[in-house]
């Protein structure tokens, strides 16, 4: 009782700090802003793109290492990956708000179920050129997909989004 207690009041005390920005820095004079709207560099849609070409690719090898995802061609991966990302970035912090408690009593184990349940809803959307097949497959399945997008984003997209363009002028 107590310890559900405690996890409601940090629960609480956080979003209330997330919504006075506290622990997220918004900062409205950001020099991306332009006359009230917001542009885009180029950096940024090449690590996009590169982003969820790393996402594709980590679906594909998921495909073909286990038996409990399908996934048709590499183009369906392509569209997979930007059906998952537009769900990582709209539903996905709603239902970790909602498990917090459960991911706190379960130590974090909880939190694969949450991308378990992007990856059905993903399912559902693509109909037969994307599957994902079981309870326990799925659940290794997510933690692999985590993982190995984790890894890979270090590996290849950062580096990439952080690569200065460097000009080369010879004398």
């Not at 005390?13 to 709207?37: E, F, H, L």
């Not at 061609?73 to 912090?93: C, E, G, H, R, V």
């Not at 459960?102 to 974090?108: M, Y």
């Amino acid at each position: 009782m107590l310890f559900s207690f405690l996890c409601n009041y940090i629960i609480i005390i956080m979003v209330k700090k997330m919504s006075k920005g506290k622990i997220y820095k918004i900062d409205n004079n950001s020099s991306r802003r332009t006359n009230g709207k917001y542009t885009y560099d180029k950096d940024d849609l090449i690590t996009f793109g590169i982003s969820i070409l790393v996402y594709a690719i980590v679906l594909v090898l998921a495909s073909n290492l286990f038996r409990g995802i399908y996934v048709e061609n590499f183009f369906y991966a392509i569209i997979a990956a930007l059906i998952l990302s537009l769900l990582n970035s709209t539903i996905k912090p709603i239902l970790i708000y909602w498990t917090l408690p459960l991911s706190v009593l379960t130590f974090g184990i909880a939190y694969p179920v949450v991308n378990m349940i992007i990856l059905k809803l993903c399912d559902i959307l693509m109909g037969n050129a994307f599957g994902v097949s079981g309870f326990f497959s799925t659940f290794i399945i997510a933690i692999f997909i985590s993982g190995m997008r984790m890894l890979l984003d270090q590996m290849i997209t950062m580096k990439v989004g952080k690569r200065k363009w460097i000009q080369l002028y010879l004398i």
